[in-house]
């Protein structure tokens, strides 16, 4: 693996691009925000901010050794692991953790680059929406989105049969179907993912 992310690539720019968006809104949270619930059930704005770190912070051997000892349940291991860090480590160090790898090459399994970029994204919404902050860019959304495909999207469990659902604020359309929906790239995200409805899973 690369020692940081190739700026060369588009999609490894927005990743690099999200995070510090999101350190910068982090560092604005008062003490009232960072013990905020999130989108995710269960966490606390901060929770979340663990869960995102956590591959800069946990080897890989460390991880895996946690989901087997978790019977191969993540969720499981990512809620446990994320009340670990958030019991041992304040949330300056967890947000100065985001800071110092605005740029590291991780990837979530057969994920790629694009699945990196819709981690960061998608958990983002988890504090931004739960907490009214400023949203994430309408373009950034639609290359989440178009990378993902229907595998990915049938992974969050949410039927859009019969509906196609149709950004209004950049090129991006969803499903397909006599219902056309339209609403914003970012509440198009969020219904894709469950978000809307609360979901609380934490991939």
């Known amino acids: 693996m690369p020692r940081q992310l190739d700026l060369t690539d588009p999609v490894a720019r927005e990743t690099a691009a999200e995070r510090e968006r999101l350190a910068d809104l982090y560092a604005r949270l008062t003490p009232e925000q960072w013990a905020a619930p999130s989108l995710c059930a269960g966490w606390r704005v901060r929770e979340v901010l663990a869960h995102v770190t956590m591959p800069y912070r946990h080897s890989t051997l460390r991880v895996l050794r946690g989901i087997a000892a978790a019977r191969g349940d993540f969720n499981r291991f990512a809620d446990r692991i994320a009340h670990e860090d958030t019991a041992r480590s304040s949330d300056e160090e967890l947000l100065a953790s985001l800071r110092a790898n605005v740029t590291h090459p991780w990837r979530p399994p057969a994920g790629g680059q694009a699945g990196a ?49 149709v950004a209004t ?30 979901s609380g899973r934490r991939t």
Do not use: C, N, Q, W
């Not at 931004?128 to 229907?150: C, F, M, N, Q, S």
């Open 117 to 165: 970029l819709s981690h960061d994204v998608i958990h983002g919404l988890d504090v931004t929406e739960a907490l009214g902050l400023e949203r994430v860019p309408a373009d950034r959304v639609k290359l989440v989105v178009d990378a993902a495909g229907p595998r990915a999207m049938s992974y969050f469990g949410t039927d859009l049969t019969g509906r196609r659902l």
């Open 169 to 198: 604020d950049t090129d991006l359309v969803v499903g397909t179907g006599p219902e056309t929906v339209e609403l914003p790239a970012v509440d198009l995200l969020l219904l894709v993912t469950g978000r809307a409805t609360s």
